[in-house]
């Protein structure tokens, strides 16, 4: 039986006795049905993950009870930043959750010139903290306990005024290069993916980011949709030079 995970961003001890938010205790107590004493596993995002029991505090509360932490490898060996068009609906939200369970070390949205959402600057923090909730959960189901920053959603021509000599990848259909042409050095140093939105990057903008230091692939003949592009990527990423 597959023991439930809990994101708890604290200092985790064996001994300690912590208790779940609302959301949490709703979650263990309404939708999973955990019994009292129940073995659920924690995590505090940066690398400890800790054994406990679930106790119920009230109908609607509980905490638990540590007995004791580890630090488990299950952190990719490369360092990949995903730099993702921001696109409408749940296609934004699938290649988050994908991206975080192949293993990216962070996420920085863009608005790109094809980019139909629009964000005003007061709704922006609450989008981001909702994409940080799914990339929690995406952490809670695939066994890492470092969770990626999702950082603040910025324009593409804000990230290269900021982002000086970036190395990486930037898929483009009209690209020559494939993957197996890359050099293996690139695994070395943090791999930024810079993926468009629906409709892709502008021409303007591929040739920016490959001035900028990124080098232009193409990943076969066919169109992929831009939910579909970080997992393939990553994928094969982590199948030349990861732990695949």
């Known amino acids: 039986m597959r023991i439930p995970r809990f994101y708890l961003p604290a200092q985790l001890t064996a001994g300690q006795t912590l208790p779940l938010d ?17 073995p659920v596993e924690l995590f505090d995002g940066k690398g400890t993950c800790a054994q406990a029991r679930l106790m119920h505090t009230s109908r609607r ?29 749940d296609r934004m939200d699938y290649s988050l959750q994908k991206a975080v369970e192949l293993g990216i070390t962070r996420i920085q949205p863009l608005f790109t010139e094809r980019c ?11 989008k981001q903290g909702q ?28 990230w290269l005024n900021t982002t000086p000599s970036p190395t990486g990848l930037v898929l483009s259909p009209t690209a020559t290069q494939r993957l197996q042409s890359l050099d293996p050095g690139l695994a070395k140093q943090p791999i930024h993916l810079l993926i468009g939105p629906e409709g892709g990057l502008s021409d303007s903008e591929i040739e920016q ?4 230091g990124l080098t232009a692939i193409q990943l076969g003949p066919r ?11 990553l994928a094969a990423l982590q199948t030349l030079w990861g732990d695949f």
């Not at 609302?22 to 129940?38: E, G, I, N, W």
């Not at 990719?76 to 609906?89: D, F, Y």
């Open 22 to 38: 609302k959301d949490q205790s709703h979650y263990a107590l309404t939708v999973l049905r955990l019994k009292h004493d129940r």
């Open 61 to 89: 509360s509980a905490e638990v009870g540590i007995e004791s932490t580890a630090t488990p490898v299950t952190e990719s060996p490369l360092e990949t930043v995903l730099l993702q068009g921001i696109s409408k609906g």
């Open 116 to 126: 139909d959402v629009k964000l005003s600057d007061d709704k922006l923090a609450k």
């Open 131 to 158: 994409w940080q909730d799914i990339v929690i959960h995406a952490c809670e189901q695939s066994n890492r306990n470092v969770v990626p920053e999702v950082a603040l959603p910025q324009t593409y021509q804000a």
């Open 209 to 212: 980011a490959m001035a900028a």
């Open 223 to 233: 169109i992929l949709r831009t939910e579909t592009a970080a997992p393939v990527i």
